[in-house]
């Protein structure tokens, strides 16, 4: 599909199904998901297989191709509810979202030292976000370039008018996750996607019993803060979608001081990244160095300087580039790794209590790429 029938089918959406009778509109949405799974193409067949790793061999493969098809008419209703979504009120929004451990959220943002929330391509989450700014808690995310650019400039109205701030991956000034590292530290919450990195910024992790690499960015932003860090389960539950906060994430002791800025020894500091912005421009993948100036035994950090993503439109599982790479060698690269280990559990532990919500259409784990492919996320 071209860009200019892409965007012309997203267009088309926005405009219609905000007008057009409910229950006649989710049927039909539905209804086209149940047709995609009976025509069984590689993005249902990816789903399935994915699935089958959460679900594990005990599932029969008809309960599995089940499960498939409501996985479908689940992503099916995502996007469904956001072409409607700035249609809703503030009380339809709090009517269909429920967050069970609030007082989870609220004792964090209470603190003042902001949040980082990791969480899956599950559920609704821009519902997710919208119910949080009504409630006073300020979010922010960042959201990659898509093409066409109207169908990206639609995705960033749509996001910003729920009251959600959106930071764009490229083409800013500043790096985001420098930009997120000052949104966290003012008190404000850094949502992001946070479960596939095929690139080889990604960190390998354990999830269902196989590896796969995920980014490192909330991990980082963590550890640069002092921010709890929680993972968030995301279902659907008939007409509500809801919501529980896994953690805090247990992320080790306190940070040291590099150049005046509270971070872990080693990791980067915003201020040698704006530094480093000044003298050329910023980029996805820049590289910057970092060196702990008051750590004399701390070597010199590379860090690929971007932020997390939203991913712009796509639901389907695509790569959450929080573009951090600790150098293999480093003596925080360990601790990284295992934060994003349990980012990684947490995300696994909301997944499998609600698979059907999972939207995975997108090959995840690294035994599922071609040689060529696996042989990139390590370079």
């Known amino acids: 599909m071209n860009e200019r029938v892409t965007g012309a089918a997203y267009a088309a959406g926005w405009k219609l199904v905000r007008v057009l009778p409910e229950r ?36 029969s493969d008809a309960d599995l191709a089940d499960l498939t098809k409501r996985g479908l008419q689940s992503y099916a ?13 503030h009380a339809e929004i709090e009517r269909r979202f429920v967050l069970e451990n609030v007082e989870e959220l609220d004792r964090a943002v209470a603190a003042g030292r902001g949040v980082v929330v990791a969480l899956p391509h599950a559920g609704n989450w821009d519902l997710a976000g919208a119910w949080a700014t009504l409630h006073g808690v300020p979010v922010t995310t960042v959201a990659e370039r898509l093409k066409p650019e109207d169908l990206y400039q639609r995705f960033l109205s749509f996001r910003r008018a729920l009251g959600m701030e959106i930071l764009p991956l490229t083409g800013a000034s500043r790096p985001p996750l420098d930009v997120l590292t000052e949104r966290v530290r003012a008190g404000r919450v850094a949502v992001l996607l946070s479960e596939r990195d095929l690139s080889a910024r990604g960190i390998e992790v354990d999830f269902f019993g196989e590896r796969t690499k995920m980014p490192a960015g909330p991990a980082v932003l963590a ?67 970092v060196a702990a100036d008051e750590q004399p035994d701390a070597t010199p950090t590379k860090v690929h300087a971007n932020g997390g ?40 532990e909301g997944i499998a209590e609600h698979p059907v919500d999972w939207h995975m259409l997108q090959p995840l784990w690294l035994a599922d790429l071609p040689p060529r492919r696996r042989r990139r996320t390590a370079d």
């Open 77 to 89: 209703r995502y996007w469904y509810e956001a072409f409607r979504m700035p249609e809703w009120s």
């Open 309 to 348: 993503t939203s991913d712009g439109g796509d639901r389907s599982g695509g790569d959450a580039p929080h573009s951090v790479k600790i150098e293999d060698g480093h003596r925080d690269a360990a601790r990284v790794a295992a934060v994003t280990q349990r980012v990684a559990d947490a995300l696994a």
């Open 24 to 59: 006649p509109v989710r049927a039909l949405f539905e209804g086209g998901a149940g047709w995609m799974a009976g025509r069984g193409g590689a993005s249902v067949r990816r789903l399935a297989a994915n699935l089958r790793r959460v679900v594990g061999p005990e599932m």
């Open 223 to 289: 550890l640069r803060t002092g921010a709890p860090l929680f993972g968030l389960a995301l279902w659907n539950d008939g007409p509500v979608t809801r919501a529980r906060l896994i953690g805090p994430i247990e992320t080790g002791p306190g940070s040291a001081v590099v150049r005046g800025e509270a971070v872990t020894p080693g990791l980067p500091a915003p201020q040698a990244a704006a530094q480093a912005d000044a003298e050329q421009p910023a980029a996805a993948g820049a590289v910057a160095t």
